[in-house]
């Protein structure tokens, strides 16, 4: 299995807790982490992994750079996870092991009921290029994917990559941003879905509980998983990247959150960051009675503060 994940910016730390997650999880195969510009992250020399300089494109968000990246890996078994993902359990990668004979493995988050508007809109979109869907089997919902884990066997499924690559390319308008498109309020990942209804073919699906989204509030499938525990946390949702705080959250740090400390700094195998977090911020990542503690007091002056604003 070859692993590949996009770190432009400061997704770099997130690349490097998901590197070390997965040595922690026992994995022996490639990572390929692509990336423009200079990379805030350090690997060591025996590291199985490979920084892959990506060239600039039209469409500038780092999203619509995953097509681009697995295309240029080669062939052979190809797992993309987004830098914002933390591996927990190698059951993860055993599941896609198993049923990638099948088909492709794709990540489910959501349901969309069947006759909802974008699917309309992507099919135009789709003919737009010379692809003509078929008329899918009814139902009244379908799963809507994440676009941040998706295992391919190139060159067998290349004809998915084919059309989520020339989907971001015409379909998407300026520099393909979120809500920056008619009928593809989430880019790349609307582009994906796309793709994947206008094929036909065996295909296989992992998804909540087994998958953790911090910006899913609701599971929408069964509650029992596959897995007693999640095996893979993304960070979704525009909330800021834990990396990213400068002083602690008025909340509790949640499964990501504990996850991405550990592994961006404390079990660092493969991969280091230069930088060091704040000593108020390892209190909080910790969650020890001290951070709880903290939290309660932070909370309480917040409180006071918007009471003083309501009085004038």
């Known amino acids: 299995m ?26 022996a195969g490639r990572i390929t982490v692509g990336h423009q510009g200079p990379l805030q992250m350090q690997t060591r020399p025996d590291a199985p992994v490979e920084l892959l ?61 069947s006759c909802d508007a974008r699917y309309r809109a992507w099919a135009k979109s789709l003919v737009a290029i010379g692809i003509h869907q078929a008329e899918p089997p009814h139902a009244i919902c379908r799963p809507y994917f994440n676009a941040g884990f998706f295992a391919l066997r190139l060159p067998r499924d290349a ?24 009928y593809f309020a989430m880019a790349d990942q609307d582009c994906l879905n796309a793709a994947i209804i206008s094929i036909a073919r065996p295909m296989t699906s992992i998804g909540p509980p087994d998958v953790w989204f911090r910006a899913l509030p609701v599971n929408p499938y069964l509650v029992v998983g596959i897995e007693p525990e999640p095996v ?10 834990p990396w990213r705080f400068d002083v602690p959250p008025l909340r509790r740090p949640d499964a990501y959150d504990k996850a991405f400390y550990h592994f961006a700094y ?21 969650d020890s009675a001290a951070g709880k503690m903290d939290l309660r007091l932070r909370r309480h002056r917040q409180r006071i503060s918007e009471i003083v604003s309501a009085f004038g």
């Open 266 to 286: 404390r079990s660092t195998p493969w991969a280091t960051i230069a930088d060091d977090v704040p000593k108020r911020m390892k209190i909080w990542f910790a």
């Open 53 to 113: 300089e990506i060239p600039a494109t039209n469409k500038l968000t780092a999203t619509n750079l995953k097509a681009n990246i697995v295309a240029r890996v080669g062939s052979g078994d190809i797992c993309y996870v987004d830098a914002d993902c933390i591996v927990t359990s190698p059951q993860l990668l055993k599941i896609v092991s198993e049923f990638l004979d099948i088909g492709p493995v794709f990540c489910a988050e959501s349901m969309m009921p």
């Open 2 to 27: 070859h692993i590949v994940t996009v770190a432009t910016g400061d997704y770099a730390k997130g690349a490097a807790a998901l590197v070390n997650s997965l040595a922690a999880t026992g994995f």
């Open 232 to 241: 893979l946390l993304h960070c979704t949702g525009a909330g800021k990247k």
């Open 159 to 182: 004809e998915y990559l084919e059309r989520y690559q020339r989907l971001l390319g015409s379909a998407l308008l300026d520099d393909g941003r979120f809500h920056g498109t008619p």
